[in-house]
């Protein structure tokens, strides 16, 4: 089975600083990974993804993940953060074969907190 | 419409009441899955369906729960006899075919409070 976790349930940073949000992976196939973000009493909406085509993924509002298979890692970054990227972020893995069809699993998210 | 709407966006119930859950998936879209997020759970997955048929019901806590998924479009998510425990958000996505590649777009869930 496969399993992810999200490093840091809280992440705090200043307007304009790199934003890191760590998620590591565990997986015995090749994983299909995911980063959605949340807004208060929204649902989940879909930064990236990583698919095997290219390691380092762009995803919308400036975020970016680098898959690292020898880390098991699918850090997400942001050069410079601003107020309106606060939000809790959500790491998911989905695999190929058996009866997963594409379900996803979920780390425990982290909060994003942005300071002036 | 554009995106996945599901209904009612909040409910409140007494326990022991059964309550149903709407998901209206995104216009063309075979994969429909069902999540459940709670503050002890985290998010976890439920049920899925591709066009009416449920290949995987392993995230179903408990007979208690049910679903189906008419016309491959609109799904219904059924609780029976409600339990605090149930007290979540339930949250429904669809994606436009089957595959572990296949982004999965979410609506804003229904909040269910069990008194």
């Known amino acids: 089975a496969q399993s992810v976790t999200q490093l840091g349930s809280h992440v705090s940073v200043s307007e304009g600083a790199l934003v890191l949000l760590r998620c590591n992976y565990s997986s015995s196939v090749p994983p299909y990974l995911f980063w959605y973000v949340q807004y208060p009493n929204q649902g989940l909406q879909l930064l990236l993804k990583?698919?095997?085509?290219?390691?380092l993924v762009k995803g919308i509002n400036g975020f970016e993940a680098e898959f690292k298979k020898s880390e098991t890692s699918f850090h997400l970054t942001k050069p410079s953060a601003h107020m309106s990227d606060a939000a809790e972020y959500f790491c998911a893995v989905s695999v190929s074969g058996g009866t997963s069809y594409g379900k996803l699993t979920f780390g425990q998210g982290t909060i994003l907190t942005v300071h002036p | 419409g554009a995106g996945v709407s599901q209904s009612p966006s909040n409910k409140v119930t007494e326990k022991g009441k059964d309550v149903e859950l709407r998901c209206d998936p995104i216009s063309g879209h075979t994969a429909l899955y069902w999540y459940r997020q709670s503050l002890g759970q985290g998010l976890e997955f439920l049920i899925y369906f591709q066009g009416n048929s449920a290949p995987d019901k392993s995230g179903l806590p408990s007979d208690r729960f049910s679903a189906e998924r008419t016309g491959g479009s609109v799904s219904t998510l059924t609780i029976q006899r409600t339990q605090q425990e149930d007290s979540a958000v339930y949250l429904c996505?669809?994606?436009?075919?089957?595959?572990?590649?296949?982004?999965?777009?979410f609506g804003d869930g229904t909040r269910l409070s069990i008194l």
């Open positions: 990583y698919t095997s085509a290219a390691t």
């Open positions: 996505a669809s994606s436009y075919r089957q595959g572990a590649e296949q982004p999965q777009h």
